[in-house]
Every structure is written in C-alpha cells, then in structure tokens.
C-alpha cells in the first residue's frame, strides 16, 4: 500500500509553490508516549513556562483519521525540563505564545495556528512518504488526511510567504551587489543619455567605464555563506542530540514512575502484613488466656496432631 504517497500526490497538485516550504529544515524525534499518534515528532519550537520561568521544547504530533469521514488532528505539546510531564497548548494560539519558532515553521508574516497547522501536516506527509518509499512497507498512514479547501489555502499561503521572502533575500542581495558596482560608475551609464527624436548618433559606453565584478566582495560573501550553512549543520545535530537526550530522559522519568509506584505497593503490602500478624497474635493471646502451661502443652500437641492428620488428608 502506497497511501502516504498518493495522500502527498493530492496536495502536490498545489504545484512549485510547496518547495518554499522550508521542509529540509524539519527536526524529528520518536515519540512512544501517545500510541495513538504518529510514532514520531517534529520540532516546532520554544516557549517559557510561567512558573518555573524555563524553557521548554515544544513539539508537533500527528493524529491520523481514524475512519474517512474524521480529519487527521494536530497537537502542540511541551514537556517540562525537569520532571518529563507533558503540557499540552491546544487551547491557546501556540503559534504566537512561544518564544522562538522552529525554522521549518518560522514563516515571515504573521503566525497563525492555522498556517502552521497546515505546514505540519504536509511535513507528516512528506516524511511518511519518504519513509514508505525508503522501506517499501505500509506506512503509520492508513486512511488518507482529507486535502480540503481549508487545508490547501492555509498551505498555500504560508508558502507564498517563503516564496515572497526567498524572492526578497535574492532581489536584497543583486540590489545589494548592483548599488556596490555602479557607485563609482561614470554617470553617463547610470542616467541613460535620451536623444532627440532628429538625431540618428547612437552613444557607445566606453568600455573601460563599465563596471567589473568585484572578487573581494564575493568571496566575503561567499565565506559568510559557507559560515552560515555550517552554523546551521551545527545546530542540527545539537537539536538531534538534545531530542535524543530528552527522549531518553523521558523514557527514564516513566520508568522511575513505574518503580516508584511498585514500591509504594510493596510497603502499603508490608504495612498491611504487620497489621494482619499483630491481628493473629492478639487471637492467639486470647486462646491461651487463664490457661496452665500444662494446658497450654497439651493444646500444642492436639494442634500437631491436626496439622499432620490434615496433611495426610
């Protein structure tokens, strides 16, 4: 079965637009948590938590359609540094009470919990594509995510937003390059000469005049460019390995919960014994009471007696 690549087939047909989103930049950790949600998290960002004033690791998880007429449910949730207890931020616009945004949900217009809801699901599908191509098994994704008009708008415009700001940076950096260029340029080639309709001469620009790309400028670029990318490799693998880190803290945290509660069973079990022994010997005490230790004598021999005729019984 093939249902996460043909779910992300329909909502390709939103065309080149979807390439801004800035999927590469996608961060994902396993989750074991929640059963009943995807088996895996995306990174979506940092939020301060009032009261300890710390700061927390929000992620995304996925809750795929369990029959086709539900919709696929996306959930923002956080868990806390030091205890490992999940805080969940359903029901509040997350996506403008955190911090700092992820960038693979860092759009440069206005957060929405709607765009960014949209983002996720298309990131969901596009790993779980990728993940059933790679494998060559079914994948998590049973029941397709309904693509409707919702979903595709939303998408849409959240990745116009990247295209606008991707178009921008370039258009920034050749103004950027052109302004360098020509500032020193003769004015005759920055103001171009109109002639007089009657006049046939054609004004050639000297060629010493026109302007050389300057190498300098573009290696500084070029340097700060290889700078950033390895920056943001960088911060990648931190992010893995913190995710890792407090997965594996979590997954601690959950054990020592399930030890500690064992261990309260155990001693209200002790508590409960010593209170059932003191019971047996006050019973025991009132039998021999006002007894001769003759008496007593032979009672324990009649009790001897019974055990074994019982056991041979």
Same mark, same amino acid.
Request: aromatic share 4%; proline share 5%.
């Given at each position: 079965?093939?249902?996460?690549?043909?779910?992300?087939?329909?909502?390709?047909?939103?065309?080149?637009?979807?390439?801004?989103?800035?999927?590469?930049e996608?961060?994902?950790?396993?989750?074991?948590?929640?059963?009943?949600?995807?088996?895996?998290?995306?990174?979506?960002?940092?939020?301060?938590?009032?009261?300890?004033?710390t700061?927390?690791?929000?992620?995304?998880?996925?809750?795929?359609?369990?029959?086709?007429?539900r919709?696929?449910?996306?959930?923002?949730?956080?868990?806390?540094?030091?205890?490992?207890?999940?805080?969940?931020?359903d029901?509040?616009?997350?996506?403008?009470?955190?911090?700092?945004?992820?960038k693979?949900?860092?759009?440069?217009?206005?957060?929405?919990?709607?765009?960014?809801?949209?983002?996720?699901?298309?990131?969901?599908?596009?790993a779980?594509?990728?993940?059933?191509?790679?494998?060559g098994?079914?994948?998590?994704?049973?029941?397709?995510?309904?693509?409707?008009?919702?979903?595709?708008?939303?998408?849409?415009?959240?990745? /116009?937003?990247?295209k606008?700001?991707?178009?921008g940076?370039?258009?920034?950096?050749?103004?950027?390059?052109?302004?360098?260029?020509?500032?020193?340029?003769?004015?005759?080639?920055?103001?171009?000469?109109?002639?007089?309709?009657e006049?046939?001469?054609?004004?050639?620009?000297?060629?010493?005049?026109?302007?050389?790309?300057?190498?300098? /400028?573009?290696?500084?670029?070029?340097?700060?460019?290889?700078?950033?990318?390895?920056?943001?490799?960088?911060?990648?693998?931190?992010?893995?390995?913190?995710?890792?880190?407090?997965?594996? /803290?979590?997954?601690?945290?959950?054990?020592?919960?399930?030890?500690?509660?064992?261990?309260?069973?155990?001693?209200?079990?002790? /508590?409960?014994?010593?209170e059932?022994?003191?019971?047996?010997?006050?019973?025991?005490?009132?039998?021999?009471?006002?007894m001769?230790?003759?008496?007593?004598?032979?009672?324990?021999?009649?009790?001897?007696?019974?055990?074994?005729?019982?056991?041979?019984?």
């Amino acid at each position: 079965m093939t249902v996460a690549n043909d779910n992300l087939a329909e909502i390709q047909t939103l065309g080149a637009l979807l390439n801004y989103a800035p999927y590469d930049e996608v961060v994902k950790s396993p989750q074991t948590y929640d059963p009943s949600a995807i088996s895996f998290k995306i990174h979506f960002g940092q939020i301060i938590d009032k009261q300890s004033k710390t700061q927390q690791e929000v992620w995304v998880l996925l809750y795929p359609p369990n029959n086709e007429r539900r919709h696929a449910e996306v959930r923002f949730h956080s868990s806390h540094p030091d205890t490992g207890a999940l805080v969940w931020h359903d029901e509040s616009n997350i996506s403008t009470t955190v911090s700092a945004l992820a960038k693979a949900f860092r759009n440069p217009k206005k957060a929405t919990k709607s765009k960014h809801a949209a983002l996720a699901k298309y990131y969901y599908l596009m790993a779980l594509a990728a993940e059933e191509t790679e494998t060559g098994r079914a994948s998590e994704l049973k029941i397709p995510i309904p693509i409707n008009q919702t979903l595709s708008e939303n998408l849409k415009v959240v990745c /116009r937003e990247f295209k606008e700001e991707a178009e921008g940076l370039q258009s920034d950096t050749l103004e950027d390059g052109d302004s360098s260029d020509l500032s020193d340029a003769p004015e005759d080639l920055l103001k171009p000469t109109q002639q007089p309709v009657e006049s046939v001469s054609i004004v050639t620009p000297n060629p010493s005049h026109i302007p050389t790309l300057d190498s300098q /400028r573009v290696d500084t670029l070029l340097a700060a460019r290889n700078e950033k990318l390895q920056l943001q490799s960088s911060n990648n693998n931190l992010m893995n390995e913190k995710t890792k880190l407090e997965t594996a /803290r979590q997954e601690i945290a959950e054990k020592l919960e399930l030890v500690d509660g064992e261990l309260q069973r155990m001693e209200q079990q002790l /508590r409960a014994n010593d209170e059932e022994r003191a019971s047996i010997e006050i019973r025991r005490r009132q039998v021999l009471e006002g007894m001769s230790a003759a008496e007593a004598f032979e009672l324990g021999g009649l009790m001897e007696r019974e055990v074994k005729r019982r056991k041979l019984d």
